[in-house]
């Protein structure tokens, strides 16, 4: 199983990026699937998940600017963010927890990072 994140980059306050994160591979059923963020140095940090079933969960510092969907069809997590300030610079990596064919538990696979850069 691999996730493959895209839709990183350099963008001014307040503007918006779409990130993707989709996976591939032995996948019978996906679970819980998330969005994480790191700086240099430090640990990461969980931005927002959302269950199989379609609940969504924020930190704090993003609620009401991000919002996290998935599209099961293709196999994929979004994460819209919006009036994006300085502080949301950091590397975004998704999280997916998969479960294969004739497996019986969810084994939790992980994206590389995209690099998100908030700059004026």
């Known amino acids: 199983v691999q996730l493959q994140a895209s839709g990183g980059g350099l963008v001014q306050p307040g503007g918006s990026l779409r990130l993707s994160c989709a996976a591939s591979g032995d996948i019978f059923s996906i679970g819980r699937m998330a969005w994480y963020r790191q700086l240099p140095g430090k640990q990461r940090d969980l931005v927002a998940e959302i269950t199989f079933s379609g609940i969504a969960k924020y930190t704090s510092s993003v609620e009401g600017r991000f919002t996290v969907s998935r599209d099961d069809e293709k196999k994929t997590i979004y994460l819209q963010m919006n009036r994006l300030k300085l502080e949301d610079t950091a590397v975004y990596s998704c999280?997916?927890?998969?479960?294969?064919?004739?497996?019986?538990?969810?084994?939790?696979?992980w994206g590389q990072g995209t690099q998100v850069t908030v700059s004026s």
């Open positions: 999280s997916a927890r998969v479960r294969s064919s004739g497996s019986g538990w969810y084994t939790e696979y």
